[in-house]
């Protein structure tokens, strides 16, 4: 098993999305993935698996600290960036295709440039009252500045809310450690024999 640690969207070291990357992961079972996502404690952490969709040139599980998710967006392109520098070779340059929990998910490649077209939304319409008023209270908002709130949901089960303002998005102040949002049992990594 390889590890890669990954700055994704960062133009210096140290500056984008921490992700780490794990290859050849197929021995690994979920609650040993949740376990090692845990111990490392980045948002996300993905591991390579060989891809059972013939039409896919890799397949990767994404993991955050309370579970897995069937997509998700800078996992996408810093996996792909890891596959392609660990010498995975795609049936198409320019085009690579992985496979994940939302299906197929097509990351063009323009020299060093990635890029992909999220997958479409499994969830979308407005919040109800009870999930906006929560989803406001979560992100620190006051309920008037709140023009909409709509379900953005393609995998990691996002939720938006528009402000009224350039100045009422600046004066969100949300909360830096949410402790108990998301409550999960602590745990250790699989021991490796």
């Known amino acids: 098993m390889k590890l890669d640690l990954v700055d994704v969207f960062g133009a210096d070291g140290n500056t984008g999305n921490p992700l780490a990357v794990v290859h050849d992961a197929a021995a690994m079972d979920a609650d040993a993935m949740l ?5 490392l404690g980045f948002s996300e952490t993905t591991f390579l698996i060989p891809a059972t969709d013939p039409g896919a040139d890799y397949q990767v599980r994404i993991f955050y600290p309370a579970g897995e998710l069937p997509f998700a967006g800078h996992p996408t392109l810093g996996t792909c960036h890891a596959w392609l520098e660990a010498g995975g070779v795609p049936r198409d340059p320019a085009l690579i295709v992985q496979q994940c929990g939302a299906g197929l998910v097509p990351i063009a490649r323009d020299g ?10 499994i969830r ?5 009252d009870t999930e906006r008023a929560e989803a406001a209270r979560l992100a620190n908002v006051p309920a008037e500045a709140i023009v909409d709130a709509v379900h953005a949901n ?3 089960g996002w939720q938006l809310l528009r402000l009224r303002t350039a100045a009422d998005v600046l004066a969100v102040d949300p909360p830096r450690a949410r402790a108990g949002r998301h409550r999960y049992r602590a745990g250790r990594p699989a021991s490796r024999r």
Do not use: D, I, V
């Open 35 to 39: 376990a090692l996502t845990r111990w």
């Open 112 to 121: 060093e440039m990635l890029s992909f077209r999220a997958p479409p939304l």
């Open 124 to 128: 979308s319409g407005r919040l109800s």
């Open 154 to 156: 393609n995998g990691p």
